[in-house]
């Protein structure tokens, strides 16, 4: 059965400008430049400044190239690219289509931005785009290295990230893992007489986990682990991260569940499923969060009347747990057998010989197969029915049932007799090798 489930809280939003550093340093620059204060809401361990490595980027409007290189002595490389603090680790910059017009004195390329890290970038919920989308920022420059004149940045806007007043270009998509941007025209202007220049750029990017967060077996908060069988233990990975995915050795995580009917989890970290429903188990170390939902499928609940002869009393069942709708069930010949108090929906129906379920004036539906021993017992009703629903493919029946009611899709895997007579709606009953007879109950 499908459960919808959706995303029930939504982070304030936060920059990523100093774990996410863009490049270009001046020539003559030498000093690797303090990355802005994160703060509570910024990457790395949370209230320590981290320092991003500065990349030597020069421009040429001469040769129509954007050459960027870590800083270190001069040397070669491929031009028409910018490249990236951390580079091909955190996100990936690249540049193509660089022209220049001397009428209008346009420097013009065009940059795609490509989301390297786990968690998606312009979102402060893991879907919708922030309405900062996510933007490049010149930290300083450009500064013009060799000739004459000045260049400066024709930009989306100005804002104030490490300094006021700094220009930007904003791109307004939500970048999921591994995912690149549509390309963006950039444009500098300056006059013909600028030979080469540098500039400093940094990525700010609002993120759903600004302090941090957990993954459960690899996976961001909230995944879906898939179905789990009740009685299924599955012991979970757990690294707590910082905002840009880097691993925080020694942090302490705390387990819990959302519905521990459902399924539970040790300090360790191990699951255990316990019945039919949807949970989250949940991890938390500081302010990071981390979960994983499972979906605990259907099992077979064996009756024992230990109680009285109520199906909808939990310690009539073995392990405590009235059946659910996933779940099958099987009614063995024991003293006290169960009787409806209600109507009830169930997957797979078994019957020992001997045994009986009565349902009175109340309707049991299956969704799965029907079975019941051919002598004594069975299913047995006054008004009731049973309606044989179905499900994906053929289920079977067989044994002692009462008036019925057929909408899903059913073979008789063996003879069956039934108090009264019935209906097929919808449905279909085929009886190749085997016989249907009505009797008086």
């Known amino acids: 059965m499908h459960r919808f489930r959706h995303r029930f809280h939504r982070r304030g939003s936060s920059l990523l400008a100093a774990a996410l550093a863009l490049a270009a340093a001046a020539c003559t620059d030498r000093e690797n430049p303090l990355a802005p204060e994160p703060g509570p809401g910024g990457p790395g361990t949370p209230g320590t400044p981290i320092t ?85 920022f010149f930290h300083s420059g450009p500064t013009v290295l060799t000739g004459t004149g000045v260049a400066s940045v024709l930009p989306d806007g100005f804002g104030t990230f490490t300094a006021a007043g700094q ?139 230990a109680t009285s002869t109520d199906w909808n009393v939990a310690t009539n069942w073995g392990g405590g747990f009235v059946p659910a709708v996933a779940d099958s069930v099987s009614i063995p010949a024991v003293p006290t057998l169960p009787a409806l108090t209600s109507a009830v929906t169930i997957n797979g129906v078994t019957v020992a010989d001997g045994a009986s379920i009565s349902l009175g004036a109340l309707d049991l539906t299956a969704n799965a197969n029907v079975a019941t021993g051919s002598a004594t ?6 008004t009731g029915r049973l309606l044989l629903a179905g499900g994906i493919g053929p289920s079977t029946v067989h044994g002692r049932i009462p008036t019925f009611l057929v909408t899903g899709l059913y073979t008789l895997d063996g003879d069956v007799t039934a108090v009264a007579a019935g209906q097929v709606n919808l449905g279909r009953l085929l009886s190749p090798n085997y016989n249907l007879k009505v009797v008086a109950q």
């Open 377 to 382: 017992g069975g299913i047995l009703s006054t």
């Open 52 to 136: 991003i490595q500065a990349l030597e980027c020069t421009g040429s409007r001469s040769t129509l190239t954007v050459h960027c290189s870590p800083l270190q002595p001069s040397r070669s490389g491929a031009s028409g690219d910018i490249i990236v603090g951390s580079q091909g680790e955190l996100v990936q910059v690249t540049t193509s289509g660089v022209a220049y017009n001397a009428g209008t004195g346009q420097f013009t390329f065009n940059t795609t931005l490509q989301n390297l890290i786990e968690q998606p970038m312009g979102t402060t919920d893991g879907t919708t785009l922030d309405p900062n989308g996510i933007r490049i």
């Open 167 to 305: 220009p930007y270009y904003q791109y307004n998509q939500v970048l999921a893992s591994g995912v690149t941007s549509a390309a963006k025209a950039w444009t500098l202007i300056m006059p013909p007489t600028v030979l080469t220049f540098s500039f400093l750029l940094y990525v700010s990017a609002p993120v759903e986990y600004p302090n941090g967060y957990i993954t459960l077996d690899g996976n961001l908060p909230e995944a879906s682990y898939g179905y789990f069988h009740p009685g299924a233990t599955h012991p979970l990975v757990a690294v707590a991260k910082t905002a840009v995915g880097t691993p925080l050795p020694g942090a302490v995580i705390t387990f819990g569940t959302t519905d521990a009917n459902c399924a539970t989890v040790d300090a360790g970290g191990t699951v255990t499923a316990v019945r039919y429903a949807t949970c989250s188990i949940t991890a938390t170390s500081g302010a990071m969060p981390g979960s994983l939902v499972f979906d605990v499928s259907g099992t077979t609940r064996t009756w024992t009347g």
